[in-house]
């Protein structure tokens, strides 16, 4: 990778590819750890009011 030197603030690799997959998967799996075990407990709250 490449790096502009003349002003390092704003500075990218040149040749930036796409994300790997494996981020897009590591994301999908934490949103469902997340969200799995909220949507449990809102059925269980919704469950004991009624």
């Not at 704003?10 to 949507?39: C, E, F, H, Q």
């Amino acid at each position: 990778m490449r790096y502009l030197p003349d002003d390092p603030w704003v500075s990218r690799p040149v040749n930036s590819g796409a994300a790997p997959l494996g981020d897009s998967i590591a994301g999908i799996v934490l949103g469902l750890l997340i969200w799995v075990p909220s949507m449990i407990l809102f059925v269980r709250v919704l469950r004991s009011r009624s």
